[in-house]
C-alpha cells in the first residue's frame, strides 16, 4: 500500500493513500459562504414574504434564518464526516470530502477518526441537525415549545463546542497546523460562532420562557 505525505499535524500521522485537495480552497469557502447567504436569504424572504408569518418579529426571523443554515451545516457537511471515515481517500473531487480534507489541516483527529471527534459530530449532525429546522417550523407557527427546544438544542451546541476546544487544549494543540488560516481562522474563529450564537439564543430562550413562567404566577390571596 502506497503512503503519500500529507499537509496534517503531527506529521508522522499515519494516513495511508491519502489524496491531496482536487479543487483550491478558496473555491471550498467560496462555495460554504455562498450557500450560507444563499439558506439566510431564502429563510428570510420566507419568514417575511408570506402572509402566514407576518406575525414574525425581526429577532424570530433571524432566529429561523440561523438555526436553518446551523441545521443544514450539521446535517450535511458533519453528517459527511462521520459517514465517509476515508473521506482523505477520495479522489473523485467530491465537494464535502474536500471540504474535510481542508478542515483536516486545522484539526486532524477528523482525518484519524479520533473518537470523541467522531461521537460529537455524530450528536451533532444527527440530532442536532434534524433538529434544527423543526426549531425553524415551531418559530413560524409559535408552536409553545419553541423556546425549550432552542434552549435545549443552543446547550447542546455550547456543550459540544466548549468540549472540542477543552480537548485541544488539554492535548496541546497538536493537532492543528501553526499557520493562522488554519488555527485562528478555521480552528478558533469558526468554531467560536457556535459559542457565541448559541448563548445569545440560550439567552433570548431564558428570557422567554421566565416571563411566561412570570406571568403564570398564582396572585396572592388577600387575606
Given at each position: 500500500?502506497?503512503?503519500?505525505?500529507?499537509?496534517?499535524?503531527?506529521?508522522?500521522?499515519?494516513?495511508?493513500?491519502?489524496?491531496?485537495?482536487?479543487?483550491?480552497?478558496?473555491?471550498?469557502?467560496?462555495?460554504?459562504?455562498?450557500?450560507?447567504?444563499?439558506?439566510?436569504?431564502?429563510?428570510?424572504?420566507?419568514?417575511?414574504?408570506?402572509?402566514?408569518?407576518?406575525h414574525l418579529?425581526?429577532?424570530?426571523?433571524?432566529?429561523?434564518?440561523?438555526?436553518?443554515?446551523?441545521?443544514?451545516?450539521?446535517?450535511?457537511?458533519?453528517?459527511?464526516?462521520?459517514?465517509?471515515?476515508?473521506?482523505?481517500?477520495?479522489?473523485?473531487?467530491?465537494?464535502?470530502?474536500?471540504?474535510w480534507k481542508?478542515?483536516?489541516?486545522?484539526?486532524?483527529?477528523?482525518?484519524?477518526?479520533?473518537?470523541?471527534?467522531?461521537?460529537?459530530?455524530?450528536?451533532?449532525?444527527?440530532?442536532?441537525?434534524?433538529?434544527?429546522?423543526?426549531?425553524?417550523?415551531?418559530?413560524?407557527?409559535?408552536?409553545?415549545?419553541?423556546?425549550?427546544?432552542?434552549?435545549?438544542?443552543?446547550?447542546?451546541?455550547?456543550?459540544?463546542?466548549?468540549?472540542?476546544?477543552?480537548?485541544?487544549?488539554?492535548?496541546?494543540?497538536?493537532?492543528?497546523?501553526?499557520?493562522?488560516?488554519?488555527?485562528?481562522?478555521?480552528?478558533?474563529?469558526?468554531?467560536?460562532?457556535?459559542?457565541?450564537?448559541?448563548?445569545?439564543?440560550?439567552?433570548?430562550?431564558?428570557?422567554?420562557?421566565?416571563?411566561?413562567?412570570?406571568?403564570?404566577?398564582?396572585?396572592?390571596k388577600r387575606?
Amino acid at each position: 500500500m502506497t503512503v503519500r505525505a500529507h499537509p496534517y499535524f503531527p506529521l508522522d500521522l499515519h494516513l495511508p493513500e491519502y489524496v491531496p485537495l482536487q479543487v483550491d480552497f478558496v473555491y471550498i469557502l467560496g462555495v460554504f459562504f455562498a450557500a450560507v447567504v444563499l439558506v439566510f436569504a431564502g429563510t428570510w424572504v420566507l419568514s417575511g414574504g408570506c402572509r402566514r408569518h407576518k406575525h414574525l418579529t425581526t429577532t424570530e426571523r433571524l432566529l429561523a434564518c440561523w438555526f436553518m443554515v446551523t441545521g443544514l451545516i450539521h446535517f450535511v457537511i458533519e453528517g459527511w464526516v462521520v459517514a465517509k471515515a476515508d473521506f482523505y481517500q477520495d479522489a473523485s473531487g467530491n465537494y464535502l470530502s474536500d471540504t474535510w480534507k481542508e478542515y483536516s489541516k486545522a484539526d486532524s483527529r477528523y482525518a484519524s477518526r479520533d473518537s470523541f471527534i467522531i461521537s460529537m459530530e455524530a450528536i451533532t449532525a444527527f440530532l442536532w441537525g434534524p433538529l434544527c429546522p423543526l426549531l425553524v417550523h415551531a418559530i413560524f407557527a409559535v408552536k409553545p415549545w419553541r423556546y425549550t427546544l432552542m434552549a435545549v438544542v443552543s446547550v447542546g451546541q455550547i456543550y459540544g463546542d466548549v468540549l472540542y476546544y477543552g480537548t485541544c487544549f488539554l492535548e496541546g494543540f497538536i493537532h492543528s497546523r501553526p499557520e493562522p488560516l488554519y488555527f485562528w481562522f478555521y480552528f478558533v474563529l469558526i468554531n467560536a460562532i457556535w459559542i457565541v450564537v448559541p448563548f445569545l439564543c440560550l439567552l433570548h430562550a431564558w428570557n422567554k420562557i421566565s416571563a411566561a413562567v412570570g406571568s403564570s404566577k398564582p396572585k396572592a390571596k388577600r387575606r
